[in-house]
């Protein structure tokens, strides 16, 4: 890596800039405009945002980008004092391992961190996050600092037990924002109420938001299933329009 510092912020701060305002708006779109006339998913929490949430996200999470950015200076130290390397030789079996793995890490990283944040000395940092009743696209970075800083260290430990490709360090946080979408679209995107599968996590996030404890997991509902804290599906089916836990047109 023989980037200078600056550059690596620069590049780093942009990179997540991208990531946020791009599946940010396409999330918004799908959700509010493809989707709803195609006759496919429901909205499921159709409270009014409150004053000024939407602004209130995005200047979070501007913030939590620029944090971002600069934490990009830790992988970019661990690979320059040797501490971490990256894989010169790849190919497609192992570039989707290294996915695997990465997904997995980042479902227990997620798990145990927003326990740790669930608890009385972090939880006044979580709050802020959670003060999007009802969630949106843009809520995906809206957090404190405290937080930011705790969910950024999500590549930290894989890159120092093992080189991976950089095609799946670079995936690691679009995959995360994709994931980070689904769970506050406040959309469920299937034909079926409650959606089986990973498009169950979409209603499991927004009834995270809803009832706020439990559901604490993403993607996979394993962690919760083991430690008890899982939310019943229809928990917050009196915040759905009236017909939407039928069927799929809403
Ligand atoms: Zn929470
Ligand atoms: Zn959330």
Redesign the pocket.
């Given at each position: 890596m023989t980037l200078p510092p600056w550059q690596v912020v620069l590049w780093a701060t942009l990179y997540f800039a991208a990531l946020y305002f791009l599946t940010g708006a396409l999330t918004g779109w799908l959700t509010q405009s493809l989707l709803p006339r195609m006759g496919l998913g429901r909205v499921l929490d159709q409270r009014p945002l409150r004053p000024g949430q939407l602004r209130r996200e995005i200047a979070e999470s501007c913030g939590s980008i620029l944090l971002f950015g600069f934490g990009a200076l830790v992988p970019w130290w661990l690979l320059r004092s040797g501490l971490a390397g990256l894989a010169t030789q790849t190919s497609a079996p192992r570039i989707g391992i290294e996915f695997a793995a990465l997904f997995l890490w980042n479902e227990l990283h997620f798990y145990l961190c927003h326990r740790l944040l669930h608890t009385r000395p972090l939880r006044r940092f979580h709050a802020h996050?959670h003060r999007s009743l009802t969630?949106t696209p843009f809520?995906t970075y809206a957090f404190h600092p405290v937080e930011a800083l705790l969910l950024g260290s999500v590549p930290i430990l894989p890159m120092l037990v093992h080189d991976f490709s950089p095609i799946a360090l670079f995936g690691l946080p679009v995959m995360s924002i994709v994931l980070n979408n689904l769970?506050?679209a406040n959309y469920e995107f299937s034909r079926r109420a409650p959606a089986g599968g990973p498009l169950a996590a979409s209603r499991r996030?927004h009834l995270?938001?809803a009832v706020y404890h439990g559901n604490y997991g993403f993607l996979l509902d394993v962690f919760d299933r083991l430690a008890g804290t899982t939310i019943a599906a229809g928990a917050a089916d009196h915040l759905a329009a009236p017909s939407s836990g039928k069927d799929s047109r809403e």
């Open positions: 996050h969630p809520s769970g506050h996030h995270h938001h």
